[in-house]
């Protein structure tokens, strides 16, 4: 059966879209739950107390990741409130794009700043921690512009191809600590971050380009995350989902 009973998970972006669903399901099947997230402290206490409300356990942390200093504070204040980490998941980031022909040098650097040097801030903090606990899972939510290619979002496709190389030579890297790694790819999906994209290219024909035909749901991205944190999946390490 899928539990994380007795396990500490921290869920980096955990306050919005598929971090805030993921942080839910995983407190829902037994996690201590560590919520970082960047500004928007009401939607963080929100997601805590949702979770404290059904019996689970939580707390928010407020911090950048892609500054080392404040995600080495992270990690400590996350230990200290539920001890070693037995988990991270990478859900902070953002989607923006632009034509390469308008593309600034600042605009590149900030977007893989966000996307990529957090994940690497962020896997590089918790490692101690889950070498402590005995092993562990890291799950960093990339996406499937980073296995395809996407006009006019080549930054933020290039940044998330980063984190699914960085994925697989941390597999390589950390199995000797039994501490796993692992991406899910989402496609399209309706959060708060993609809703004008997808408006914008057009809902129906992104849906007709599903095979199943609809758009994804945070739901359906943080239940593969889960798995992923899972015992079940111990023997997975340098997949993408």
Known sequence: MLHLKNKHILVCGGSR????????????VGAKVSINYLSNKQAAQNIT??????????EAFQAD????????????QA??????IN?????????????????????????LKINLKS??????????????????SIVIYASTAGQRGSDTFSAYATSKAGQIIFMKSMAK???????????VAPGWTETDMATDKINQYGREDIIKSIPLGRIGLPEDSANAAVYLLSDLAQFITGSTI
């Open 119 to 136: 994940t690497f801030l962020a896997v590089k903090a918790a490692q101690p921690s889950m070498i402590k606990a005995g092993g562990g």
């Open 17 to 28: 879209g598929i971090g805030a669903a993921t942080s839910k399901i995983a407190a829902a």
């Open 49 to 58: 107390t949702e979770i404290k409300n059904k019996g689970g356990e939580a």
């Open 87 to 111: 988990g991270i998941v990478i859900a902070a980031g953002i989607f923006e794009g632009e034509l390469l022909q308008d593309m600034s040098g600042d605009f590149w650097d900030h977007l």
């Open 79 to 84: 230990i200290n409130r539920f001890g070693e």
């Open 173 to 183: 890297e950390l199995a000797k600590y039994k501490i796993r790694s692992n991406c």
């Open 65 to 76: 990741i892609s500054n080392e200093s404040q995600a080495n504070d992270l990690v400590k």
